[in-house]
């Protein structure tokens, strides 16, 4: 196991306009096309891929740590505004595969948002994100980002470094979906909940 | 043990202008009177009290979570802007208990500083502190933070929940101060390194 020893302190730095942000181990991209199936809206999704739109909607920067046990893991989080149908762009959303020892702090650092969180007990929570809000995720919940916004929801997320993230819990499991309706948003029932 | 699916979700908010932070559970108040021994110059520092003078230094507002192993915990820390002799205002400083588990991450809401670092080693380590930068500080490092602003210095500290301060290691440990120097923050020796 890499010891705690072998890294130096180190700052990540971010640019919220323009979106900049360094140094990044890891980056996870994601668009339309590679995550369709997280949006109630197929038809919507496969109308605007037809089109030849394949909007981003997702970025994760991650620090250059180990992912070992007794490092913290720091991501910043982007996703960007937009719709599929009436629902906002949004996380796939997932849940810590250790359900006693990985909870994850949310720092908001530009946009609006709701986090949308269910726990295996089929308890949810919904909060809101925005600059001075700090979201504080137990373990058991798995949890879901919503730009119900204009601009990009940006946030830092910090969380045990040897955690991994489980994305069976997807869209069949959440229990309510945040859409637009009415120019607002709006937590309605998920109709393909289980 | 109390177990991570004892808590639900739940927000910190913060509010920079004013100062203001809910929920918190326990809160550290430093004034000059308590945390005098931390500061080089000792007639500069008397002399500030016997004229009546005890400023805030430093606050800490702990969020509402278990102790526990297995959480993390989220921390507000406030250094106020100020000087004692030519030294800046700036917290005790420690070191986590655990070296090999109990890894820091700062995140800058207001104001500017540095983040003095050192391991057991004897190696020393300064970042930037300020809006934009998130300082990784891995577990084997004391810190202490220091405003050489003239705002307040506000950052959000996130650790797991069972650490431990170790405020033995202090300003006889610190191989370098920050004062200030021409005007400016300036990195020196601390004659009373060990």
Same mark, same amino acid.
């Given at each position: 196991m890499e010891s705690m020893a072998s890294i130096k302190p180190f700052n990540i730095t971010y640019s919220i306009d323009p979106l900049a942000f360094e140094p990044k181990e890891e980056v996870i991209l994601r668009s339309l096309s590679t995550m369709?199936?997280?949006?109630?809206?197929q038809t919507a999704a496969e109308a605007a891929l037809a089109r030849g739109e394949d909007p981003r909607i997702v970025e994760v920067y991650m620090a250059p740590?180990?992912? *070992?046990? *007794?490092f913290l893991m720091a991501n910043i989080n982007v996703v960007y505004p937009g719709k599929v149908g009436m629902e906002y762009f949004m996380t796939k959303g997932h849940i810590h595969d250790d359900p006693d020892h990985a909870p994850e702090i949310y720092i908001t650092v530009k946009g609006t948002g709701k986090l949308l969180m269910q726990n295996l007990a089929g308890e949810y929570s919904v909060l809101d994100m925005a600059e001075g809000l700090i979201n504080y995720i137990p373990a058991p919940y798995a949890h879901r980002c919503i730009n119900? *916004?204009?601009?990009p929801l940006v946030y830092l997320g910090v969380f045990p470094a040897d955690t991994e993230r489980d994305y069976s819990f997807d869209s069949k499991n959440f229990k309510k979906l945040v859409v637009e309706r009415d120019g607002q948003a709006a937590l309605v029932d998920n109709p393909l909940a289980k």
């Open positions: 369709k199936e997280a949006f109630i809206d740590v180990p992912h *070992g046990e *007794g119900t *916004g204009s601009q």
